[in-house]
């Protein structure tokens, strides 16, 4: 079936402990102090492995490769046959914190997350996966048991809700919320730790998971109050940036999650197959856009597509719609992406008329004569979207990589103009890494150039920002991976 309704009272309970916790500081007036740990002077002893840097990328093509910029704002781990990668720990010790980083990790390496230096969040190239376990990006390990209930010996740990993954080399975004295990006077422990909330890329990935022991190759097998952060270093080249700490000088308070009279279980859409729903989508700080049309895929790679700009606006790795707004009781038309998104900012057309290559992109559509024709489907159910701009008849298909790891889109021209441009990008930073291989918006997403029949791109100024524009001919093809 094309159309998967899933109803799960326990996500919209879920939701409503979020937001609370999220407020815990200033709801229950604790004391809190925040803490950026962004140079090695936080930190005891670090090995060579470890430096403070300007900025990093990865080569999609070399594993356990990260090349470097000379200057400050980036932590860095980069071992190497003379520099073993070695553990990172700080020298001050918490108990509860929310703690907040980015991170850019290499193809292929893996490092690790361990609060208090004991409990551990995984941080691992997992791009693209489709299965997903303890051991993968964002996963929870905890301890070794000799004899797990179907009688194997392996991992105790859980598995995140779902892969909010990005690429190699791409920044990436994590939120933990940890509650320190209690104990009583004596020092016999009373409560276990708590993972209140894991948010990686803006997705709750965990929600509550309590902890019954340490993970294996932690600090210590005991378990304290207080410990040190800790950063995994023996496995792999990995970056870190706005290292952000807030600590509770007091236990942080329990939260009861009160009843909700108005709470309604969340309708949810999935993708077991190629889908198309349309229905009003908003996009932060745009205007709401009204025929937008979100194509699914089962390869849990999806976007949405505006029909009045013929423009991709975003696109997401992850959980299909969220169909609640458009669909319970009158609803307002609107549904929700579920996953990892990466947006595009104001929609706007690609193809432009130009007088020539350093000619101002149209800001509206005045005089593109521009008619959309709809969308044909093809015999696997992803769309074709058609229409006409400037005497030009139009077709543009999208499809997921084989892979999982981003989009291809392809564009054919009928009666092109020479006048005609495409316009790839249009971000605060445009950085060509490798013939036809971009890294956009700050080191969020990669553009590469597939098939551009000869044309030769143009990265320019356009008011403050930075535009990736080419002659269009007959057509092209590129991919977003992310």
């Known amino acids: 079936m094309g159309l998967e309704l899933k109803i799960s009272p326990v996500i919209f309970t879920a939701f409503y402990a979020v937001v609370l916790l999220s407020g815990i500081g200033s709801v229950f007036g604790q004391s809190a102090k925040q803490i950026e740990l962004n140079n090695l002077s936080a930190f005891k002893n670090p090995s060579k492995s470890w430096q403070i ?22 932590l860095l781990n980069l071992p190497d046959n003379k520099n073993k990668g070695e553990d990172l720990f700080t020298i001050d010790e918490y108990g509860d914190i929310d703690l907040e980083l980015d991170y850019l990790i290499a193809p292929g390496s893996n490092s690790g997350i361990y609060l208090q230096g004991r409990y551990e969040i995984q941080l691992a190239d997992t791009w693209g996966a489709t299965s997903i376990r303890s051991g993968s990006n964002g996963g929870i390990y905890e301890r070794w048991d000799d004899a797990k209930p179907d009688g194997q010996k392996g991992y105790l740990g859980y598995a995140p809700r779902q892969n909010a993954s990005r690429a190699p080399g791409v920044w990436q975004k994590l939120k933990i919320l940890f509650q320190a295990p209690r104990f009583d006077a004596g020092g016999n422990k009373i409560q276990n730790a708590i993972i209140l909330r894991v948010e990686m890329n803006g997705v709750t990935i965990h929600d509550n998971v309590e902890l019954t ?14 410990g040190p952060l800790r950063i995994q270093g023996d496995h792999g080249p990995i970056a870190f940036r706005n290292i952000k700490i807030t600590r509770f000088d007091t236990p942080r308070a329990s939260v009861t999650v009160p009843n909700n009279p108005n709470a309604v279980d969340p309708i949810l859409i999935g993708a077991a197959e190629n889908i198309v729903i349309r229905s009003f989508m908003d996009i932060p700080g745009e205007s709401r856009i009204v ?16 029909m009045d700009n013929a423009s991709i606006v975003q696109i997401w790795r992850g959980g299909f719609l969220n169909a609640t707004p458009m669909w319970h009781d009158r609803g307002d038309g609107s549904s929700r992406p579920l996953g990892t998104v990466q947006r595009f900012g104001k929609p706007m057309q690609s193809l432009a008329r130009l007088g020539n290559a350093q000619t101002s992109w149209p800001a509206d559509t005045l005089g593109t004569s521009y008619r959309p024709k709809g969308y044909v489907l093809d015999v696997q159910g992803r769309p074709m979207f058609k229409y006409m701009i400037h005497g030009s008849s139009i077709a543009d298909f999208t499809s997921v990589m084989a892979d999982g790891t981003g989009l291809t889109r392809e564009i054919k021209i009928e009666n092109p103009s020479n006048e005609l441009y495409y316009r790839l990008a249009n971000a605060s930073s445009i950085v060509e890494i490798s013939s036809g291989l971009y890294l956009i918006e700050d080191q969020s997403y990669y553009l590469r150039l597939d098939n551009v029949n ?12 930075k535009e990736l524009i080419i002659p269009a001919g007959t057509g092209l093809s590129y991919s977003i991976l992310f």
Do not use: C, F, W
């Open 213 to 226: 022991g340490v993970t294996r190759g932690s600090m210590a097998a005991d378990e304290k109050a207080i």
């Open 291 to 306: 025929h937008a049309v979100s194509v699914g895929s089962p390869a849990l790679v999806h976007y949405t597509y505006d």
């Open 53 to 74: 840097v300007a900025g990093v990328q990865a080569n999609l093509s070399k594993p356990n490769t990260l090349s470097l910029t000379d200057g400050v704002g980036v």
């Open 454 to 465: 000869g044309a030769k791109a143009l990265l320019r100024d356009q008011n403050g920002r």
